[in-house]
């Protein structure tokens, strides 16, 4: 276990692993595809586990189980959606351009404006790096209500919560609390989006070269109410030759 994150450590312990990071944290945004974000997430998780044993001594075991945890809420939100594909949301996502462009200016901020804060006992790189998965997450809360996106985007909170955690406060509980609340958010949301309305993708129609699909949402129909008591008409009343019974008329009585 140690020869693992020491070889992860190498890996992503220098500025170009956590420019790695910051890439991988910036393409959960951008592609908006839960298959892709989903496998990113997992890598983040990596990076930072990796970080803290490799840098800051953190035991191994303690990080491995934050390992587990993470693993099991995103296999539960891939379970969920795979199940049930995420319909249209309310407030659209945008498209890549934007999303990229928002991106550009909040780094080109921080670039420019270097606040030159860190965390106790974290490097500025580290710090940058928490808190630039802080800003991705947030974006994808803000861009979308779709649960799945939405308990992606609370997933990728953990990542910096829990390692100020490890090191800021190793013993405390806390840790292991976040890996707790992190389970429980993927549970909630894996539940939402099963309840999303199910759509079925028809009418594919080609415009202007290009292809575009019209989503109808699948809305129960309305059972018609039971006719009233004695409101029933003559048609009815006829036998199938088109003749009056006696039977008929006791009934129209």
Not at 94 to 116: Q, S
Not at 185 to 206: D, F, I, K, Q, S
Request: net charge positive; proline share 7%; charged share 10%.
């Amino acid at each position: 276990m140690e020869f693992l994150y020491g070889a992860l450590g190498a890996l992503f312990a220098n500025w170009l692993g956590v420019l790695l990071l910051a890439a991988a944290a910036a393409l959960i945004v951008i592609t908006w595809n839960w298959r892709i974000a989903l496998g990113l997430l997992m890598l983040l998780y990596l990076g930072v586990a990796s970080l803290l044993v490799s840098i800051h001594q953190a035991p191994a075991w303690v990080v491995t189980g934050y390992l587990v945890a993470m693993g099991l809420a995103v296999a539960i939100l891939a379970l969920a959606t795979k199940n049930h594909e995420p319909g249209p949301s309310q407030r659209q996502a945008t498209n890549w351009l934007l999303r990229t462009l928002i991106l550009g200016i909040v780094a080109a901020a921080w670039w420019f404006l270097d606040p030159g804060f860190a965390f106790p006992q974290f490097s500025r790189p580290e710090t940058d790096l928490l808190l630039w998965i802080g800003i991705c997450g947030l974006m994808l809360l803000a861009l979308s209500n779709n649960p799945t996106y939405v308990g992606i985007g609370l997933l990728m909170w953990s990542a910096p919560i829990y390692a100020v955690a490890t090191v800021l406060m190793p013993g405390s509980g806390v840790a292991q609390l976040v890996g707790i609340a992190a389970l429980l958010v993927a549970l909630a949301c894996g539940y939402l989006a099963l309840l999303e309305p199910v759509v079925v993708r028809t009418n594919p129609m080609w415009w202007r070269g290009r292809r575009t699909t019209v989503v109808h949402p699948i809305t129960p129909t309305p059972l018609a109410p039971p006719a009233a008591v004695g409101a029933i008409t003559a048609t009815q009343l006829r036998s199938p030759a088109g003749e009056r019974t006696p039977a008929h008329m006791e009934a129209a009585k």
